[in-house]
């Protein structure tokens, strides 16, 4: 067998492309996405965590000017744009995890298009109204 | 070539989908506890200060953060370790990416727990 890494390019390229395999592409790409998404979203806590500590300790007005500089930047547009993106990845990875285990417990490759249509329908009709509510809230 | 694979696949595959399920409801439950609020329609919950600190003074969203944080890591780095698995062939990477895995999960997993309890 040849070593792949010389060949990954080819390898990439001669994958046959059909829905169960976009699906599996963005399966990964959006947990990948998702890893790095919870590290940042710890760090936020942390700053609300850190911000109730101040508090608690009295120093009532520099807790409020953390907690405010962090609610600030929860509400900035290029934010909330971001949101929309881990939103998608979320819906994407729940539903398509969810065909991955109908495939593999209830012998769901029978109904292999059915439930790539599914998955999408699924993802788009929640996506698409709820990526607009967030988009509307910026204006 | 004997011997046993020196990683049991198949439970790591039960694990993923194990904690697939789990983290879907941690996930409903975080995101209608704190992200949501559907009084006069769907739209953001507004943070406040006090209710933050309310619910880091509650032993049960303690626990349950612990839960969803530990279960969410293990999850998201068990599918980091099968993407390594798929495509890093050299054995001295693998080390490196498994080890450096560990010490991201670890740490975050720390993170998170001194965040919760401190």
Known sequence: ?139 | MTGRAKRSYTFWWFFQRFTGVVLVVTLLVHMFGQHFSLESGPHRSHLSLDGIAARFENPWWMLFYLVFLFTGLVHGFNGVYNVVDDYIRSPGWRMICTWGIWFTGIVLFFWGTMTVFA
Do not use: C
Request: proline share 2%.
């Open chain 1, 1 to 139: 067998m040849k070593p792949s890494v010389s060949t990954r390019n080819g390898m990439l390229w001669s994958y046959k492309w059909h829905l169960s395999m976009v699906n599996w592409l963005f399966h990964r790409i959006s947990g990948l996405a998702l890893i790095f998404y919870l590290t940042a979203h710890v760090f936020v806590v942390r700053g609300f965590k850190n911000a109730v500590l101040m508090r608690d300790a009295g120093q009532t007005e520099a807790a409020m000017q953390k907690f405010g500089s962090l609610a600030g930047a929860l509400e900035n547009p290029v934010f909330i744009i971001a949101e929309i993106f881990v939103l998608a990845a979320v819906l994407f990875h729940v539903f398509n995890g969810i065909r991955v285990m109908f495939v593999d417990f209830f012998n769901g490759a029978r109904y292999e298009k059915a439930l790539n249509i599914t998955l999408w329908v699924a993802f788009l009709a929640i996506l698409i109204p709820s990526g607009l509510l967030m988009l509307i809230s910026i204006f």
